[in-house]
Structure formats: structure tokens, C-alpha cells
């Protein structure tokens, strides 16, 4: 069966969606029992196997680790280690709806970050939807009410991390393959995680009461062979992942796969619904519907401003 390049990256986005969505599910299933860097460290190594084995040979080769870039490698898998742990964290103490609604507020910091660090132009309409979306979070997080967390916080930090990451991917995703920065970022997840074990794996400060600083802090153990099966999903899951979404915006446009990356929005308020008993109220739905729409806006926006710039005559 021969698709299209829009059918073939529309697939993969849905399918690395549901991937990264079961992950995100099982890591806050796991939250209550290992240390957030031990669950890491080893979905990275499986990771880093099932990449090394299945992805290379089909891609780069051994050259798969070969980069005159290394230091942007190493600087964008720290955002990506750091945007992983601030959103686990966050799983950890807030509902999962809730945690995916204000982390996709990232495509309206990637536009603020790109006028910052890119010098690129946003009109008055992606600044309306930037102050949506952002009027989404406030509602989500209800900032001076008792509803507020403290964790809510973590989600957002993820979200301007995730902004860093795609600034970064611009400027050596010309020269780089995405089987070459997929490689990168399990080693740093494997050099953070190992880090942060040796350092905090004893459990000296384990003893916390509020649930994301217990995932952080919490002793390592050798994980119960019920729970294999679970460490086993997350490391194939981001493997496969991470390599999908990347063929995704590989064979077709950004805005065609963007939208997709929302899929995981409902999908999380089905598993928190289903599997943690979590029932959205009606502001939570406010929200999410805010940072939706406003995201979606501005993905549009972006889309219909970079067709005009090509259709546009050239000055000479």
C-alpha cells in the first residue's frame, strides 16, 4: 500500500501520539513506586537498544552517533531530559488532563520564543491566541484559589523547555538526522538519570509528603517482575515514539502534523477518566478548550503566514 506523503505523516503523528500518550499514563502509574531518575534510566536503556538495533540498521548505520555538533546535541537532550522530568513530575501530583492541557501551551511559547531568538514576525492575531492560551493556563491553574498547586507549575516549565528543544532542532535539523538527535537524547537521559542516582538513589531525602518531591527523591529498588511489562512498554514506547513523530515532520508539513500532536488531549482525559478515576469539572474543560483552540490557531497562522512568504514575489 502506497500513501501519500500527507497520509504517511498523518500515521505516524497518530501512532507516535498514542505512544507518547500510553507513556505518559504508565509513568504516572510507576510515580508511586520508583524514583522518577530510576524509571528513566531504564526506559532510556531500553530505549537506546531498541534504537541501536532496530532504527540504525535501517537508517544511518553506525554512523548513527557521527555529528560535528555535539555540543548542541548535548544542549538540546538537557532540555528534552529537563522538559521529560518537570512534565513526570507533574504527572505525578496533578491530574493527567490536566498536566497535557497546560503543557500544550507550547506551541504559543515556541511562537514568543521564535520572535526572541529567531527575530521572526507574529501578527496581532497569534498575539490574541498567545493571550488565550495563556488565559487557558490561568483558568486550568486557578492561581489565589485553594485549587492551586504548586506542581501545576511543572507542566509549564516543561512546555518553555520544549520551546528550547524546537529552537534548537531548527538550527541543526538541516545537517542532522533524526535517528542521530533520538540517539543523543537517551544518552543524556542515561547520563542525567545515572547522575541524579548517584547523587540522590540512596533515598536520604525520600521521605516527602507531597507526591511529585517523592517521585524525585525516592530510594531506588529493584523493580517487582510485575511491573517488567510496564518498564518494557515506556522503553519501546519512546523509541518508537520519538522516531515516528520525527519521520512524521520528515515527509510531510509542519502544519499538517501539528494538529495531530493534540490527539493526546482527549486521549488523556479518557485514561484519567478510565484509569485513575479523574473527572475533569467544567473550568478544567474552559481551559482545555482555550489552549486548544489558541494553539491550533496559531499552528494555522503560522502555516497560512510561511504559504504567503513563498507566494509572495521576490525583491530585487
Not at 492561581?143 to 520551546?163: E, I, K, M, N, V
Not at 527523591?217 to 511491573?227: K, M, N, T, Y
Not at 477518566?273 to 486548544?292: K, T
Request: with cysteine; proline share 5%; hydrophobic share 60%.
Amino acid at each position: 500500500m502506497n500513501l501519500s506523503p500527507a497520509k504517511l505523516g498523518a500515521l505516524c503523528a497518530t501512532i507516535a501520539v498514542v505512544f507518547f500518550s500510553i507513556n505518559d499514563v504508565t509513568i504516572k502509574f510507576l510515580s508511586g513506586d520508583y524514583a522518577l531518575h530510576q524509571v528513566v534510566l531504564i526506559r532510556s536503556l531500553i530505549g537506546l537498544v531498541i534504537i541501536l538495533v532496530v532504527i540504525a540498521p535501517v537508517t544511518t548505520g553506525w554512523k548513527i552517533a557521527h555529528t560535528k555538533r555535539l555540543p548542541m546535541h548535548m544542549l538540546r537532550g538537557l532540555c528534552v531530559v529537563f522538559a521529560n522530568m518537570t512534565f513526570f513530575l507533574g504527572l505525578a501530583a496533578m491530574p493527567l488532563a490536566d498536566a497535557v492541557a497546560i503543557f500544550f501551551v507550547s506551541p504559543l511559547v515556541i511562537t514568543v520564543a521564535s520572535v526572541v531568538f529567531l527575530g521572526e514576525k507574529v501578527g496581532p492575531m497569534r498575539w490574541a491566541a498567545i493571550a488565550v492560551g495563556f488565559l487557558g493556563v490561568l483558568v486550568m491553574m486557578r492561581p489565589g484559589t485553594a485549587a492551586f498547586q504548586l506542581a501545576s507549575l511543572l507542566p509549564l516549565a516543561a512546555a518553555f523547555c520544549y520551546a528550547g528543544i524546537h529552537i534548537i532542532t531548527r538550527r541543526i535539523g538541516g545537517t542532522e538526522s533524526a535517528a542521530t538527535m533520538a540517539f543523543y537524547i537517551q544518552i543524556m537521559f542515561i547520563l542525567v538519570s545515572l547522575g541524579m542516582g548517584l547523587v540522590l538513589g540512596q533515598g536520604q531525602f525520600g521521605d516527602q509528603s507531597d507526591p511529585s518531591l517523592a517521585f524525585l527523591l525516592r530510594a531506588w529498588g529493584w523493580p517487582v517482575a510485575a511491573d517488567y511489562p510496564f518498564f518494557l512498554i515506556i522503553g519501546v514506547g519512546i523509541a518508537a515514539a520519538g522516531y515516528l513523530i520525527s519521520q512524521a515532520y520528515r515527509v510531510s508539513e509542519a502544519s499538517l502534523i501539528a494538529p495531530f500532536e493534540y490527539l493526546a488531549l482527549p486521549m488523556s482525559v479518557v485514561w484519567g477518566i478510565v484509569l485513575f478515576d479523574e473527572f475533569p469539572d467544567g473550568l478544567d474543560y474552559f481551559g482545555m478548550a482555550l489552549i486548544l483552540g489558541a494553539g491550533l490557531f496559531a499552528i494555522w497562522r503560522d502555516a497560512r503566514a510561511k504559504t504567503g512568504a513563498l507566494q509572495r514575489p521576490l525583491r530585487r
